[in-house]
């Protein structure tokens, strides 16, 4: 069982930057695949961005593929998500989670195990 705590999230103006970290306790991170996701009122909650258990490995949804940047620092036990470019769209409640079972990082949310309950993000016009 592992615990998850997201935090970093705010009110920050579009093209800004913001960095949300992930902080697990309970576990070493190691084993687990982890993931980002999010959620914007109204709307399905949507996967952002996986790393694998080492952190060689990363992948992102086309909408932030080139903005964003998921990281892992094991030793940390944290996993953090860098935020640039920030547009209004981007906001939603951003989700931590992590994958026990998984080979790979995944982008379906039902193969997540772990949750965290969530930081806002908010990007102004």
């Known amino acids: 069982q592992v615990q998850l705590v997201e935090s970093g999230g705010g009110l920050v103006q579009a093209g800004g930057s913001l960095r949300l970290s992930c902080a697990a306790s309970?576990?070493?991170?190691?084993?687990?695949?982890m993931g980002w996701f999010r959620q914007a009122p109204g709307k399905e909650r949507e996967f952002v961005a996986a790393?694998?258990?080492?952190?060689?490995?990363?992948y992102y949804a086309d909408s932030v593929k080139g903005r964003f940047a998921i990281s892992r620092d094991n030793a940390k036990n944290t996993v953090y998500l860098q935020m640039s470019s920030l547009k209004p769209e981007d906001t939603a409640a951003y989700y931590c989670?992590?994958?026990?079972?998984?080979?790979?990082?995944?982008?379906?949310?039902?193969?997540?195990?772990?949750w965290g309950q969530g930081t806002q993000v908010t990007v102004s016009s």
């Open positions: 309970g576990r070493t991170l190691s084993i687990y695949n």
């Open positions: 989670s992590a994958d026990r079972r998984g080979n790979r990082p995944t982008n379906k949310l039902s193969e997540y195990d772990f």
């Open positions: 790393i694998s258990r080492s952190g060689g490995y990363t």
